[in-house]
């Protein structure tokens, strides 16, 4: 290795177009899958306070949202469902008129080209909040998953492109898949939330999803943050089961989580930058205590250099509008 001073890094960042030529990692508006809150109503374009510029849409103004993403070349949206009426089971999850399924129909009779992933859970739309049905105050696994089945296969019958578990059941994948094999959607990919932490970076999303649950914590299914030996088994199980994209979550905190599953797996791997890591950047930046936009870019360079092929990010419509320039 030759070194100082016939080696001078700072040749190649000598200019702007030098520095372009040598840089790694392209962020690209390609890459985003832009998070949407869907509920029930007619013109509702409610704002959701602890975060910035995202709203609780209803269907109508959902439609004219999507047209905008697909305008900006973003390729695909994930929907989270805020139903009218929420119960013990969270039946609207899996009801063919509910709001996601509704939501889903409407968006494919109006536009073209943009792919529709559906948030499958049961938080949303249980009274309680928890992820799955409950006995006491234990979430039920095998019971929960076969509400996730059907949640999923309702979904996709509603004309969704991309199902994407995020509960954390064990083997849940594994049931999903087989439901919609079962009935002829052999093709539809699933997207797991593979290895998903029990974070507090979550807070600004229960409101935005109204889905806080009301006792307890979600420690008893999703992940220790401590852990990344056990991210890796987590994933490794649900590609055993079917899942043809993994998912990292949160993002910018466990960039070393994405990494290891790029290089173990090598299969595409989605990261979700969550509600709180938007939340602290917006409200950093409104305060003039960061540059925003500069912190915004750099936050999602940040988690593709990791490895993540896809990044779920609530800046996708800003963060593309500064990546088609
Ligand atoms: C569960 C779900 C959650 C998020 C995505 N799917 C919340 C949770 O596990 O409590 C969080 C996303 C975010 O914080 O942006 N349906």
Redo the contacts with the bound molecule.
């Keep these: 290795m030759r070194k100082f001073p016939e080696t001078r890094l700072r040749r190649l960042r000598y200019n702007p177009l030098i520095r372009d030529m040598v840089q790694e990692t392209d962020l690209s508006y390609r890459d985003f899958i832009y998070?949407l809150f869907v509920c029930p109503g007619e013109k509702i374009k409610k704002p959701v306070g602890s975060m910035p510029n995202v709203f609780q849409m209803s269907i109508d103004v959902l439609i004219e949202e999507c047209k905008e993403v697909v305008n900006l070349g973003i390729p695909a949206v994930i929907l989270?469902g805020i139903p009218s009426h929420k119960d013990e089971k969270g039946s609207e999850a899996y009801d063919d008129e509910g709001i996601i399924q509704r939501a889903v129909r409407a968006i494919k009779k109006e536009i073209k080209d943009l792919v529709v992933i559906t948030?499958v859970?049961m938080?949303?739309y249980t009274s309680h909040g928890h992820?799955g049905v409950l006995r006491g105050d234990e979430i039920l696994n095998d019971e929960t998953n076969e509400l996730l089945a059907k949640e999923a296969l309702s979904h996709v019958k509603a004309g969704a492109d991309i199902v994407a578990p995020?509960?954390m059941m064990d083997g849940r994948v594994a049931v999903i898949r087989k439901t919609l094999d079962d009935n002829g959607f052999q093709n539809i990919p699933i997207m797991s939330?593979a290895a998903?932490y029990a974070s507090g970076?979550?807070?600004?999303?229960?409101e935005?999803?109204e889905?806080t649950p009301k006792f307890g914590d979600?420690r008893s299914h999703?992940m220790n943050p401590a852990n990344v030996l056990e991210a890796l088994w987590e994933v490794q199980l649900d590609i055993q089961e079917g899942a043809d994209i993994v998912m990292v979550?949160?993002a910018g905190p466990y960039l070393d989580v994405i990494y290891r599953v790029k290089e173990k797996f090598g299969i595409p791997t989605a990261a979700?930058q969550?509600?709180?890591e938007?939340s602290m950047i917006k409200a950093a930046a409104l305060n003039n205590w960061i540059d925003g936009e500069r912190v915004m870019i750099e936050s999602l360079t940040a988690i593709k250099r990791a490895g993540a092929d896809l990044i779920l990010t609530?800046f996708a419509k800003e963060a593309a509008k500064i990546l088609n320039k």
């Design positions: 998070p989270f948030d859970c938080c949303e992820c995020s509960d939330y998903k970076f979550y807070g600004p999303f229960r935005a999803a889905s979600r999703q979550k949160p979700y969550v509600s709180g938007y609530y």
